[in-house]
Protein backbone atom coordinates (compact mmCIF):
# COMPACT_ATOMS: atom_id res chain seq x y z
CA UNK A 1 0.00 0.00 0.00
CA UNK A 2 1.29 3.35 -1.25
CA UNK A 3 -0.61 5.22 1.41
CA UNK A 4 1.33 3.17 4.28
CA UNK A 5 4.57 5.33 2.82
CA UNK A 6 2.90 8.34 4.17
CA UNK A 7 1.51 7.84 7.67
CA UNK A 8 5.06 6.00 8.12
CA UNK A 9 6.53 9.62 7.73
CA UNK A 10 4.06 11.06 9.64
CA UNK A 11 4.83 9.08 12.51
CA UNK A 12 8.40 9.68 12.58
CA UNK A 13 7.68 13.19 12.96
CA UNK A 14 5.23 12.52 15.83
CA UNK A 15 8.65 10.65 17.02
CA UNK A 16 10.74 13.46 16.42
CA UNK A 17 9.09 16.56 17.75
CA UNK A 18 8.81 14.84 20.75
CA UNK A 19 12.86 14.56 21.22
CA UNK A 20 12.36 18.11 21.23
CA UNK A 21 10.48 19.24 24.29
CA UNK A 22 12.43 22.22 25.35
CA UNK A 23 11.91 24.01 22.11
CA UNK A 24 7.85 23.33 22.87
CA UNK A 25 7.95 25.29 25.90
CA UNK A 26 10.12 27.82 24.44
CA UNK A 27 7.53 28.46 22.07
CA UNK A 28 4.55 28.27 24.31
CA UNK A 29 6.56 30.82 26.00
CA UNK A 30 7.23 32.81 23.19
CA UNK A 31 3.38 32.78 22.60
CA UNK A 32 2.08 34.13 25.88
CA UNK A 33 4.79 36.95 25.60
CA UNK A 34 3.20 37.66 21.91
CA UNK A 35 -0.36 37.67 22.65
CA UNK A 36 -0.01 40.08 26.13
CA UNK A 37 1.57 42.42 23.35
CA UNK A 38 -1.49 42.12 21.15
CA UNK A 39 -3.65 42.50 24.37
CA UNK A 40 -2.44 45.79 25.00
CA UNK A 41 -1.68 47.49 21.50
CA UNK A 42 -5.67 46.73 21.19
CA UNK A 43 -6.61 48.09 23.95
CA UNK A 44 -5.05 51.17 23.09
CA UNK A 45 -7.18 51.08 19.85
CA UNK A 46 -9.95 50.72 20.90
CA UNK A 47 -9.43 53.26 23.64
CA UNK A 48 -8.31 55.71 22.02
CA UNK A 49 -11.00 55.04 19.21
CA UNK A 50 -13.37 55.96 21.87
CA UNK A 51 -15.64 53.67 20.38
CA UNK A 52 -16.49 50.37 21.34
CA UNK A 53 -17.23 49.08 17.61
CA UNK A 54 -14.71 49.35 15.46
CA UNK A 55 -14.61 48.23 11.58
CA UNK A 56 -18.00 45.87 12.86
CA UNK A 57 -15.49 44.37 15.26
CA UNK A 58 -15.44 44.51 19.10
CA UNK A 59 -12.40 44.36 21.00
CA UNK A 60 -13.35 40.66 22.44
CA UNK A 61 -13.75 40.13 18.87
CA UNK A 62 -10.80 41.47 17.71
CA UNK A 63 -9.03 39.76 20.72
CA UNK A 64 -10.63 36.43 20.01
CA UNK A 65 -9.90 36.48 16.34
CA UNK A 66 -6.10 37.17 16.63
CA UNK A 67 -5.13 34.87 19.65
CA UNK A 68 -6.83 32.05 17.27
CA UNK A 69 -4.72 33.69 14.33
CA UNK A 70 -1.79 33.36 16.27
CA UNK A 71 -2.49 29.37 17.59
CA UNK A 72 -3.17 28.99 13.95
CA UNK A 73 0.29 30.38 13.06
CA UNK A 74 1.71 28.48 14.81
CA UNK A 75 -0.07 25.24 14.01
CA UNK A 76 0.31 25.57 10.59
CA UNK A 77 4.10 27.41 10.37
CA UNK A 78 6.58 24.29 9.27
CA UNK A 79 9.84 26.07 8.43
CA UNK A 80 10.36 24.50 4.99
CA UNK A 81 11.55 27.54 3.00
CA UNK A 82 14.13 26.99 6.08
CA UNK A 83 14.41 23.13 5.81
CA UNK A 84 14.98 23.59 1.79
CA UNK A 85 17.18 25.98 2.32
CA UNK A 86 19.06 24.40 4.51
CA UNK A 87 19.10 20.79 2.59
CA UNK A 88 20.55 22.53 -0.34
CA UNK A 89 23.29 24.26 1.35
CA UNK A 90 24.58 21.04 3.35
CA UNK A 91 23.86 18.94 -0.30
CA UNK A 92 21.47 16.55 2.14
CA UNK A 93 18.98 17.72 -0.58
CA UNK A 94 20.94 14.96 -3.01
CA UNK A 95 19.93 11.88 -0.54
CA UNK A 96 15.90 13.11 -0.10
CA UNK A 97 16.05 13.49 -3.86
CA UNK A 98 16.99 10.01 -4.37
CA UNK A 99 13.42 8.87 -2.33
CA UNK A 100 11.54 6.47 -3.98
CA UNK A 101 9.06 9.66 -3.69
CA UNK A 102 8.36 13.18 -5.15
CA UNK A 103 10.56 15.31 -3.20
CA UNK A 104 7.05 17.72 -2.66
CA UNK A 105 5.12 14.99 -1.07
CA UNK A 106 8.06 13.23 0.96
CA UNK A 107 8.78 17.11 2.29
CA UNK A 108 5.53 17.42 3.51
CA UNK A 109 4.59 14.28 4.96
CA UNK A 110 8.18 14.19 6.28
CA UNK A 111 6.60 17.63 8.53
CA UNK A 112 2.72 16.37 8.76
CA UNK A 113 4.09 14.75 12.17
CA UNK A 114 5.00 18.01 13.20
CA UNK A 115 2.11 19.29 12.24
CA UNK A 116 0.07 16.75 14.25
CA UNK A 117 1.66 17.64 17.31
CA UNK A 118 1.64 21.49 16.73
CA UNK A 119 -1.97 21.19 16.61
CA UNK A 120 -2.69 18.86 19.28
CA UNK A 121 -0.31 20.75 21.87
CA UNK A 122 -0.70 24.16 20.42
CA UNK A 123 -4.36 25.12 18.66
CA UNK A 124 -6.24 22.83 20.91
CA UNK A 125 -5.37 23.70 23.91
CA UNK A 126 -5.58 27.45 22.77
CA UNK A 127 -8.87 26.80 21.25
CA UNK A 128 -10.03 25.36 24.13
CA UNK A 129 -9.28 28.02 26.34
CA UNK A 130 -10.91 30.48 24.70
CA UNK A 131 -13.95 29.04 24.38
CA UNK A 132 -13.91 28.21 27.98
CA UNK A 133 -12.76 32.02 29.11
CA UNK A 134 -15.22 33.59 26.50
CA UNK A 135 -18.19 32.25 27.77
CA UNK A 136 -19.86 31.10 24.29
CA UNK A 137 -18.14 33.75 21.99
CA UNK A 138 -17.00 31.03 19.81
CA UNK A 139 -20.08 29.15 18.75
CA UNK A 140 -19.76 25.63 18.85
CA UNK A 141 -21.84 23.73 15.87
CA UNK A 142 -22.08 23.18 12.12
CA UNK A 143 -19.11 25.73 11.51
CA UNK A 144 -16.40 23.82 13.15
CA UNK A 145 -17.16 21.16 10.67
CA UNK A 146 -16.73 23.55 7.85
CA UNK A 147 -13.57 25.12 9.91
CA UNK A 148 -11.48 21.81 9.90
CA UNK A 149 -12.17 21.29 5.97
CA UNK A 150 -10.95 25.20 5.56
CA UNK A 151 -7.53 24.26 7.43
CA UNK A 152 -7.28 21.64 5.73
CA UNK A 153 -6.92 23.26 2.49
CA UNK A 154 -5.26 26.41 4.31
CA UNK A 155 -2.64 23.82 5.42
CA UNK A 156 -2.10 22.93 1.76
CA UNK A 157 -1.73 26.97 0.35
CA UNK A 158 0.33 27.86 3.12
CA UNK A 159 2.19 24.73 2.43
CA UNK A 160 2.19 25.20 -1.29
CA UNK A 161 3.41 28.87 -0.97
CA UNK A 162 6.36 27.87 1.26
CA UNK A 163 7.45 25.15 -1.39
CA UNK A 164 7.66 27.95 -3.92
CA UNK A 165 9.36 30.24 -2.09
CA UNK A 166 11.84 27.34 -1.19
CA UNK A 167 12.35 26.73 -4.64
CA UNK A 168 13.74 30.44 -4.45
CA UNK A 169 16.25 29.14 -2.42
CA UNK A 170 17.70 27.04 -5.47
CA UNK A 171 18.94 30.03 -7.18
CA UNK A 172 19.88 32.08 -4.50
CA UNK A 173 21.36 30.04 -2.17
CA UNK A 174 20.29 32.66 0.63
CA UNK A 175 17.48 31.71 2.88
CA UNK A 176 17.11 34.36 5.49
CA UNK A 177 16.20 37.29 3.58
CA UNK A 178 13.53 35.38 1.39
CA UNK A 179 11.97 33.22 4.14
CA UNK A 180 12.11 37.12 6.13
CA UNK A 181 10.02 38.41 3.30
CA UNK A 182 7.67 35.45 2.49
CA UNK A 183 6.96 35.84 6.02
CA UNK A 184 5.93 39.28 6.16
CA UNK A 185 3.97 39.21 3.32
CA UNK A 186 2.08 36.19 4.15
CA UNK A 187 1.10 37.42 7.71
CA UNK A 188 0.22 40.73 6.67
CA UNK A 189 -1.83 39.91 3.72
CA UNK A 190 -3.51 36.65 5.29
CA UNK A 191 -5.13 38.68 8.29
CA UNK A 192 -3.06 36.97 10.25
CA UNK A 193 -1.82 39.84 12.20
CA UNK A 194 -4.75 42.37 11.31
CA UNK A 195 -8.19 41.34 10.79
CA UNK A 196 -9.04 41.37 7.03
CA UNK A 197 -11.68 43.84 8.62
CA UNK A 198 -9.42 46.56 9.43
CA UNK A 199 -7.80 46.94 5.77
CA UNK A 200 -8.65 49.89 3.72
CA UNK A 201 -11.42 49.60 1.23
CA UNK A 202 -8.41 49.47 -1.88
CA UNK A 203 -6.41 46.75 -0.07
CA UNK A 204 -8.83 44.36 1.15
CA UNK A 205 -10.32 44.48 -2.70
CA UNK A 206 -6.56 43.84 -3.49
CA UNK A 207 -6.13 40.93 -0.82
CA UNK A 208 -9.41 39.37 -2.06
CA UNK A 209 -7.85 38.29 -5.66
CA UNK A 210 -4.27 36.84 -3.51
CA UNK A 211 -4.38 33.65 -1.96
CA UNK A 212 -3.19 34.71 1.58
CA UNK A 213 -6.19 35.37 2.92
CA UNK A 214 -7.27 31.66 2.46
CA UNK A 215 -4.62 30.99 4.83
CA UNK A 216 -6.19 32.41 7.78
CA UNK A 217 -8.90 35.16 7.06
CA UNK A 218 -10.91 32.56 5.66
CA UNK A 219 -10.66 29.89 8.23
CA UNK A 220 -11.22 31.76 11.01
CA UNK A 221 -14.72 33.88 9.60
CA UNK A 222 -15.75 30.20 8.88
CA UNK A 223 -15.11 29.58 12.92
CA UNK A 224 -16.33 32.52 14.12
CA UNK A 225 -19.47 33.23 12.45
CA UNK A 226 -22.63 31.57 14.59
CA UNK A 227 -24.68 31.61 11.60
CA UNK A 228 -22.87 30.39 9.00
CA UNK A 229 -24.69 31.16 5.76
CA UNK A 230 -24.63 28.19 2.94
CA UNK A 231 -23.83 30.25 -0.15
CA UNK A 232 -21.08 32.15 1.98
CA UNK A 233 -19.15 29.44 2.99
CA UNK A 234 -19.29 27.88 0.14
CA UNK A 235 -18.27 30.43 -1.80
CA UNK A 236 -15.24 30.54 0.61
CA UNK A 237 -14.59 27.38 0.36
CA UNK A 238 -14.62 27.20 -3.18
CA UNK A 239 -12.09 30.02 -2.94
CA UNK A 240 -9.84 28.24 -1.05
CA UNK A 241 -10.43 24.71 -3.38
CA UNK A 242 -9.58 26.81 -6.06
CA UNK A 243 -6.58 28.42 -4.57
CA UNK A 244 -4.94 24.82 -3.59
CA UNK A 245 -5.45 23.57 -7.06
CA UNK A 246 -3.74 26.69 -8.93
CA UNK A 247 -0.59 26.57 -6.28
CA UNK A 248 -0.07 23.00 -6.27
CA UNK A 249 0.21 22.97 -10.07
CA UNK A 250 2.37 26.76 -9.96
CA UNK A 251 4.53 24.65 -7.30
CA UNK A 252 4.70 21.53 -9.30
CA UNK A 253 5.96 23.19 -12.28
CA UNK A 254 7.96 25.83 -10.93
CA UNK A 255 10.16 23.03 -8.62
CA UNK A 256 10.45 20.96 -11.79
CA UNK A 257 11.79 23.95 -14.10
CA UNK A 258 13.87 25.27 -11.23
CA UNK A 259 15.75 21.61 -10.33
CA UNK A 260 16.37 21.20 -14.33
CA UNK A 261 17.84 24.60 -14.95
CA UNK A 262 19.97 24.64 -11.60
CA UNK A 263 21.24 21.06 -11.91
CA UNK A 264 22.23 22.18 -15.93
CA UNK A 265 24.04 25.88 -14.20
CA UNK A 266 25.52 23.74 -11.28
CA UNK A 267 24.54 24.91 -7.28
CA UNK B 1 26.19 -11.44 -17.16
CA UNK B 2 23.42 -8.62 -18.33
CA UNK B 3 25.37 -4.86 -18.31
CA UNK B 4 23.41 -3.12 -15.22
CA UNK B 5 24.58 0.45 -16.28
CA UNK B 6 25.57 1.62 -19.28
CA UNK B 7 27.07 4.94 -20.20
CA UNK B 8 27.87 6.63 -23.24
CA UNK B 9 30.03 9.62 -23.87
CA UNK B 10 28.50 11.44 -20.93
CA UNK B 11 29.73 14.92 -20.22
CA UNK B 12 28.44 17.57 -17.31
CA UNK B 13 29.39 21.18 -17.73
CA UNK B 14 28.80 23.68 -14.81
CA UNK B 15 28.18 27.13 -15.19
CA UNK B 16 30.34 29.08 -12.10
CA UNK B 17 29.81 32.69 -12.06
CA UNK B 18 33.24 34.17 -11.98
CA UNK B 19 33.27 35.84 -8.69
CA UNK B 20 35.26 38.96 -7.86
CA UNK B 21 36.54 39.97 -4.72
CA UNK B 22 35.52 42.75 -1.80
CA UNK B 23 32.41 44.39 -0.88
CA UNK B 24 32.70 46.17 -4.39
CA UNK B 25 33.46 43.13 -6.12
CA UNK B 26 30.30 41.15 -4.70
CA UNK B 27 28.31 44.07 -5.60
CA UNK B 28 29.53 43.81 -9.24
CA UNK B 29 28.35 40.28 -8.95
CA UNK B 30 25.27 40.62 -8.60
CA UNK B 31 25.16 41.75 -12.31
CA UNK B 32 27.94 39.90 -13.74
CA UNK B 33 27.16 37.88 -16.78
CA UNK B 34 30.90 36.92 -16.44
CA UNK B 35 31.02 32.78 -16.55
CA UNK B 36 33.13 30.28 -16.90
CA UNK B 37 32.40 26.46 -17.64
CA UNK B 38 33.73 23.67 -16.00
CA UNK B 39 34.29 20.45 -17.38
CA UNK B 40 33.19 18.59 -14.54
CA UNK B 41 33.11 15.17 -16.47
CA UNK B 42 34.36 14.79 -20.20
CA UNK B 43 33.25 12.01 -22.23
CA UNK B 44 32.59 9.30 -20.11
CA UNK B 45 31.95 5.90 -21.32
CA UNK B 46 31.55 2.43 -19.57
CA UNK B 47 29.80 -0.43 -18.76
CA UNK B 48 29.16 -2.45 -15.83
CA UNK B 49 27.74 -5.68 -14.82
CA UNK B 50 25.28 -7.10 -12.27
CA UNK B 51 27.58 -8.23 -9.24
CA UNK B 52 30.50 -6.26 -9.89
CA UNK B 53 32.45 -3.85 -7.40
CA UNK B 54 33.78 -1.38 -9.49
CA UNK B 55 36.80 1.08 -7.96
CA UNK B 56 36.01 4.91 -9.10
CA UNK B 57 38.84 6.32 -8.43
CA UNK B 58 40.70 10.12 -9.00
CA UNK B 59 42.48 12.84 -7.78
CA UNK B 60 40.09 14.89 -5.46
CA UNK B 61 37.86 17.57 -8.04
CA UNK B 62 38.21 15.20 -11.18
CA UNK B 63 34.16 14.44 -11.42
CA UNK B 64 33.79 11.14 -9.46
CA UNK B 65 30.94 12.52 -7.21
CA UNK B 66 29.33 14.38 -10.26
CA UNK B 67 29.50 10.64 -12.47
CA UNK B 68 27.86 9.37 -9.42
CA UNK B 69 25.23 12.09 -9.38
CA UNK B 70 24.21 11.52 -12.81
CA UNK B 71 23.81 7.91 -12.31
CA UNK B 72 21.61 8.33 -10.00
CA UNK B 73 19.34 10.91 -11.44
CA UNK B 74 20.48 13.29 -9.12
CA UNK B 75 22.03 15.48 -12.04
CA UNK B 76 21.36 15.62 -15.52
CA UNK B 77 23.97 15.01 -17.91
CA UNK B 78 24.76 17.90 -20.50
CA UNK B 79 25.38 15.37 -23.52
CA UNK B 80 25.59 11.65 -23.48
CA UNK B 81 23.56 8.78 -22.38
CA UNK B 82 23.31 6.85 -19.53
CA UNK B 83 20.89 3.26 -18.79
CA UNK B 84 20.68 2.42 -15.05
CA UNK B 85 19.34 -0.99 -15.19
CA UNK B 86 17.33 -0.35 -17.69
CA UNK B 87 15.95 3.44 -16.61
CA UNK B 88 17.19 6.64 -17.59
CA UNK B 89 17.38 7.89 -13.88
CA UNK B 90 17.26 12.08 -14.51
CA UNK B 91 13.70 11.40 -16.13
CA UNK B 92 12.83 8.46 -14.15
CA UNK B 93 14.79 9.45 -10.74
CA UNK B 94 11.85 7.98 -8.23
CA UNK B 95 11.96 5.26 -10.17
CA UNK B 96 14.98 4.67 -10.60
CA UNK B 97 15.73 4.95 -6.57
CA UNK B 98 13.87 1.94 -5.89
CA UNK B 99 16.47 -0.32 -7.52
CA UNK B 100 19.41 1.92 -6.22
CA UNK B 101 20.79 2.47 -2.72
CA UNK B 102 23.65 5.53 -2.00
CA UNK B 103 25.63 6.31 0.68
CA UNK B 104 27.75 9.76 0.77
CA UNK B 105 30.88 9.44 3.64
CA UNK B 106 30.03 12.74 5.09
CA UNK B 107 25.79 12.60 5.31
CA UNK B 108 23.42 10.45 6.51
CA UNK B 109 19.82 9.55 5.18
CA UNK B 110 19.32 8.33 9.03
CA UNK B 111 16.70 10.11 11.03
CA UNK B 112 18.86 12.07 13.37
CA UNK B 113 16.56 12.20 16.22
CA UNK B 114 15.43 8.59 16.13
CA UNK B 115 16.74 4.87 16.99
CA UNK B 116 18.10 3.52 14.12
CA UNK B 117 15.21 0.70 14.15
CA UNK B 118 13.13 3.30 13.80
CA UNK B 119 14.53 4.90 10.47
CA UNK B 120 15.10 1.25 9.23
CA UNK B 121 10.89 0.87 9.69
CA UNK B 122 10.45 4.25 8.45
CA UNK B 123 12.95 3.24 5.21
CA UNK B 124 10.74 -0.42 4.86
CA UNK B 125 7.62 1.64 4.37
CA UNK B 126 9.41 3.92 1.95
CA UNK B 127 10.33 1.64 -0.26
CA UNK B 128 7.64 -1.10 0.59
CA UNK B 129 9.58 -3.63 1.41
CA UNK B 130 7.41 -6.86 2.19
CA UNK B 131 7.84 -8.35 5.61
CA UNK B 132 9.02 -11.48 4.84
CA UNK B 133 12.16 -9.54 2.71
CA UNK B 134 12.77 -7.27 5.58
CA UNK B 135 13.19 -10.07 8.22
CA UNK B 136 15.67 -11.91 5.96
CA UNK B 137 17.52 -8.78 5.44
CA UNK B 138 17.50 -8.03 9.24
CA UNK B 139 18.92 -11.63 10.02
CA UNK B 140 21.51 -11.27 7.40
CA UNK B 141 22.58 -8.15 9.38
CA UNK B 142 22.36 -9.75 12.57
CA UNK B 143 24.78 -12.19 11.30
CA UNK B 144 27.81 -10.41 9.33
CA UNK B 145 27.47 -7.26 12.20
CA UNK B 146 26.98 -6.97 15.80
CA UNK B 147 24.18 -4.41 15.41
CA UNK B 148 21.57 -5.33 18.41
CA UNK B 149 23.31 -2.37 20.71
CA UNK B 150 22.72 0.30 17.75
CA UNK B 151 19.25 -0.73 16.38
CA UNK B 152 18.00 1.32 19.71
CA UNK B 153 20.45 3.94 20.38
CA UNK B 154 19.41 7.66 18.30
CA UNK B 155 21.70 8.37 15.66
CA UNK B 156 22.75 11.62 16.51
CA UNK B 157 24.39 9.50 19.73
CA UNK B 158 26.32 7.44 17.12
CA UNK B 159 30.32 7.61 16.37
CA UNK B 160 31.63 8.46 13.17
CA UNK B 161 31.88 4.68 12.42
CA UNK B 162 28.96 3.43 13.68
CA UNK B 163 26.90 5.92 11.60
CA UNK B 164 28.79 4.78 8.81
CA UNK B 165 28.25 0.72 9.18
CA UNK B 166 24.02 2.14 10.01
CA UNK B 167 24.12 4.20 6.93
CA UNK B 168 25.76 0.84 4.59
CA UNK B 169 22.99 -1.59 5.96
CA UNK B 170 20.38 0.93 5.18
CA UNK B 171 21.21 1.37 1.54
CA UNK B 172 21.45 -2.47 1.30
CA UNK B 173 18.21 -2.54 3.11
CA UNK B 174 15.50 -2.70 0.04
CA UNK B 175 18.00 -4.93 -1.71
CA UNK B 176 18.67 -2.68 -4.18
CA UNK B 177 20.50 -3.55 -7.29
CA UNK B 178 23.14 -1.08 -7.52
CA UNK B 179 24.62 0.25 -4.07
CA UNK B 180 27.20 3.80 -4.70
CA UNK B 181 29.09 4.22 -1.71
CA UNK B 182 30.77 7.86 -2.49
CA UNK B 183 33.71 7.58 0.41
CA UNK B 184 31.97 5.23 2.85
CA UNK B 185 35.27 4.68 5.03
CA UNK B 186 36.40 8.68 5.06
CA UNK B 187 37.35 9.35 8.46
CA UNK B 188 37.18 5.76 9.87
CA UNK B 189 39.95 3.90 11.99
CA UNK B 190 41.58 1.33 10.22
CA UNK B 191 39.51 -1.28 12.27
CA UNK B 192 36.03 0.56 11.49
CA UNK B 193 37.49 0.09 7.96
CA UNK B 194 37.63 -3.51 7.64
CA UNK B 195 34.88 -4.22 9.14
CA UNK B 196 33.03 -1.85 6.52
CA UNK B 197 35.21 -3.39 3.50
CA UNK B 198 33.93 -6.84 5.19
CA UNK B 199 30.69 -6.08 5.47
CA UNK B 200 30.46 -4.75 1.93
CA UNK B 201 31.90 -8.06 0.64
CA UNK B 202 29.41 -10.01 2.09
CA UNK B 203 26.60 -8.65 0.93
CA UNK B 204 27.98 -8.21 -2.40
CA UNK B 205 28.14 -11.59 -2.10
CA UNK B 206 24.89 -12.59 -0.47
CA UNK B 207 22.83 -10.80 -2.94
CA UNK B 208 24.95 -10.02 -6.14
CA UNK B 209 24.63 -6.03 -5.74
CA UNK B 210 26.68 -4.43 -7.77
CA UNK B 211 28.66 -1.83 -6.24
CA UNK B 212 30.02 1.36 -7.37
CA UNK B 213 32.79 2.69 -4.81
CA UNK B 214 34.54 6.17 -4.73
CA UNK B 215 37.72 6.04 -2.25
CA UNK B 216 41.28 7.76 -1.20
CA UNK B 217 42.15 4.94 0.58
CA UNK B 218 43.63 2.10 -1.82
CA UNK B 219 43.23 -0.27 1.26
CA UNK B 220 39.75 -0.21 0.25
CA UNK B 221 40.58 -1.04 -3.57
CA UNK B 222 42.70 -3.95 -2.84
CA UNK B 223 39.92 -5.49 -0.52
CA UNK B 224 36.72 -5.15 -2.43
CA UNK B 225 37.73 -3.82 -6.47
CA UNK B 226 38.75 -6.22 -8.80
CA UNK B 227 38.01 -4.08 -11.49
CA UNK B 228 39.11 -0.06 -10.97
CA UNK B 229 38.26 3.13 -12.94
CA UNK B 230 40.40 6.10 -13.15
CA UNK B 231 39.36 9.26 -14.42
CA UNK B 232 40.98 12.40 -14.30
CA UNK B 233 40.05 16.10 -14.52
CA UNK B 234 36.75 14.54 -16.21
CA UNK B 235 38.55 12.06 -18.28
CA UNK B 236 38.90 8.10 -18.76
CA UNK B 237 42.59 6.87 -17.79
CA UNK B 238 42.19 4.03 -16.84
CA UNK B 239 39.66 0.68 -16.82
CA UNK B 240 40.59 -2.43 -16.25
CA UNK B 241 41.22 -5.17 -13.71
CA UNK B 242 43.46 -4.26 -11.02
CA UNK B 243 45.75 -6.74 -11.70
CA UNK B 244 46.45 -5.99 -14.65
CA UNK B 245 46.69 -2.27 -13.40
CA UNK B 246 50.37 -3.84 -11.21
CA UNK B 247 51.71 -4.45 -15.04
CA UNK B 248 50.77 -1.40 -16.43
CA UNK B 249 53.70 0.56 -15.92
CA UNK B 250 56.49 -2.27 -16.40
CA UNK B 251 57.24 -3.91 -13.81
CA UNK B 252 58.08 -1.87 -10.75
CA UNK B 253 59.73 -2.41 -7.49
CA UNK B 254 60.05 -0.81 -4.02
CA UNK B 255 63.44 -0.89 -2.62
CA UNK B 256 63.40 0.55 1.49
CA UNK B 257 66.75 1.30 3.30
CA UNK B 258 67.54 3.07 6.53
CA UNK B 259 70.60 4.97 6.44
CA UNK B 260 72.38 6.24 9.76
CA UNK B 261 71.99 9.97 9.72
CA UNK B 262 69.04 12.23 9.66
CA UNK B 263 66.47 10.50 7.53
CA UNK B 264 64.98 13.58 5.49
CA UNK B 265 68.96 14.82 4.61
CA UNK B 266 69.71 11.57 3.40
CA UNK B 267 66.55 11.34 1.17
CA UNK B 268 66.89 14.79 -0.38
CA UNK B 269 70.82 13.75 -1.26
CA UNK B 270 69.53 10.46 -2.70
CA UNK B 271 67.07 12.39 -4.83
CA UNK B 272 70.46 13.66 -6.75
CA UNK B 273 72.18 11.15 -6.75
CA UNK B 274 69.81 8.14 -8.23
CA UNK B 275 68.74 10.81 -10.54
CA UNK B 276 69.96 8.63 -13.72
CA UNK B 277 67.98 5.46 -12.53
CA UNK B 278 65.34 8.09 -12.49
CA UNK B 279 63.74 6.79 -9.55
CA UNK B 280 61.46 8.22 -7.45
CA UNK B 281 62.54 8.55 -3.73
CA UNK B 282 60.14 9.60 -1.22
CA UNK B 283 60.62 9.13 2.70
CA UNK B 284 58.40 8.89 6.11
CA UNK B 285 59.35 8.41 9.71
CA UNK B 286 61.11 5.22 9.02
CA UNK B 287 61.74 4.36 5.67
CA UNK B 288 63.69 6.17 2.22
CA UNK B 289 61.46 4.10 -0.41
CA UNK B 290 62.74 4.30 -3.92
CA UNK B 291 60.22 3.17 -6.42
CA UNK B 292 62.45 1.74 -9.27
CA UNK B 293 61.30 0.52 -13.00
CA UNK B 294 63.06 -2.53 -13.34
CA UNK B 295 62.93 -1.65 -17.26
CA UNK B 296 65.26 0.99 -16.94
CA UNK B 297 67.30 0.34 -14.01
CA UNK B 298 68.26 -3.06 -11.84
CA UNK B 299 67.45 -3.28 -8.05
CA UNK B 300 70.30 -4.39 -7.28
CA UNK B 301 72.74 -1.70 -9.05
CA UNK B 302 70.42 1.04 -7.48
CA UNK B 303 71.33 -0.63 -4.05
CA UNK B 304 75.06 -1.28 -5.06
CA UNK B 305 74.94 2.73 -5.84
CA UNK B 306 73.29 3.74 -2.32
CA UNK B 307 75.47 1.51 -0.49
CA UNK B 308 78.53 3.39 -1.81
CA UNK B 309 77.49 6.75 -0.97
CA UNK B 310 75.68 5.74 2.54
CA UNK B 311 76.00 3.83 5.08
CA UNK B 312 72.48 1.30 5.13
CA UNK B 313 71.78 0.03 7.87
CA UNK B 314 68.66 -1.98 6.83
CA UNK B 315 66.85 -2.67 4.04
CA UNK B 316 64.28 -4.19 2.37
CA UNK B 317 62.14 -5.19 -0.96
CA UNK B 318 58.80 -4.58 -1.60
CA UNK B 319 56.43 -5.22 -4.59
CA UNK B 320 54.33 -2.12 -6.21
CA UNK B 321 51.49 -1.74 -4.20
CA UNK B 322 48.26 -0.63 -5.35
CA UNK B 323 48.76 2.52 -3.78
CA UNK B 324 51.79 3.66 -5.67
CA UNK B 325 50.38 2.71 -8.90
CA UNK B 326 47.46 4.45 -8.39
CA UNK B 327 49.72 7.56 -7.38
CA UNK B 328 51.90 7.43 -10.21
CA UNK B 329 49.25 7.47 -12.63
CA UNK B 330 47.55 10.47 -10.88
CA UNK B 331 50.95 11.84 -11.12
CA UNK B 332 52.29 11.55 -14.66
CA UNK B 333 48.99 9.78 -16.20
CA UNK B 334 49.21 6.94 -18.62
CA UNK B 335 51.66 7.34 -22.11
N1 LIG C 1 27.38 22.19 -8.33
C1 LIG C 1 28.54 22.53 -8.87
N2 LIG C 1 28.71 23.73 -9.43
C2 LIG C 1 29.88 24.07 -9.99
N3 LIG C 1 30.95 23.28 -10.04
C3 LIG C 1 30.84 22.06 -9.49
C4 LIG C 1 29.64 21.63 -8.87
N4 LIG C 1 29.81 20.37 -8.40
C5 LIG C 1 31.07 20.04 -8.71
N5 LIG C 1 31.71 21.04 -9.37
C6 LIG C 1 33.08 21.01 -9.90
O1 LIG C 1 33.23 19.87 -10.69
C7 LIG C 1 34.46 19.24 -10.46
C8 LIG C 1 34.27 17.81 -10.05
O2 LIG C 1 33.69 17.73 -8.77
P1 LIG C 1 33.37 16.36 -8.05
O3 LIG C 1 32.68 16.68 -6.77
O4 LIG C 1 32.66 15.48 -8.99
O5 LIG C 1 34.81 15.78 -7.74
P2 LIG C 1 35.27 14.43 -7.03
O6 LIG C 1 36.01 13.65 -8.05
O7 LIG C 1 34.12 13.79 -6.38
O8 LIG C 1 36.30 14.96 -5.95
P3 LIG C 1 36.62 14.47 -4.45
O9 LIG C 1 37.53 13.32 -4.56
O10 LIG C 1 37.32 15.65 -3.86
O11 LIG C 1 35.32 14.17 -3.80
C9 LIG C 1 35.17 20.10 -9.43
O12 LIG C 1 36.05 20.96 -10.13
C10 LIG C 1 34.08 20.88 -8.78
O13 LIG C 1 34.55 22.13 -8.36
MG1 LIG D 1 33.56 13.40 -4.31
Redesign the interface.
Known amino acids: M?I??Y???TR?GI??SF??RLAMLVMIAGNLLYLTVVYFFWKAVYSSSGSDVVNGMTFSDTLIYLVLATALFNFMEMYTVWEIGRNIQ???I??D??????YRSYLFWSYSGTLATQFVFTFLPTFIIVCIATKGAVPLGTNLFYFVISVVMAVIINYAVDFMTGTICLYTESIWGINIMKQVIVLLLSGATIPVAFFPEGMKKAVGYMPFQSIYNTPLTILLNEKPDFTEVFKALGTQAFWCAALLILSSLFWKVSL?KI????G | MSEIIEIKNISKE???LNRHEGLKGSFKDLFSRDYKI?HAVDNISMSISQGEIVGYLGPNGTGKSTTI?MM?????P?SGEILVNGNVPYRD???N??D?G?V?GQ?S?L?W??PLV?SF??L?????ISDDSYNSIMKLYKSLVDIEPLLHK?VRQMSLGQRTLSDILAAFLHDPKIVFLDEPTIGLDVSMKSRIRALIHALNKEKNTTVILTTHDMGDVDALCRRIVIIDKGKMLYDNDIGHLKGFFGSYRTLKIRPSGDIKEQSEKLKNELDRFSAAVSVDNEWISVLINEEKAKVMEVLGEIQKLHDVRDMKLEEISTEDVIKKIYEEGVE
Open positions: KKRFALALEQYSGKVLLLKPMRRTVNG | FKVVKTGVLETRAKAQIVFRQWALEKLKDIYQP
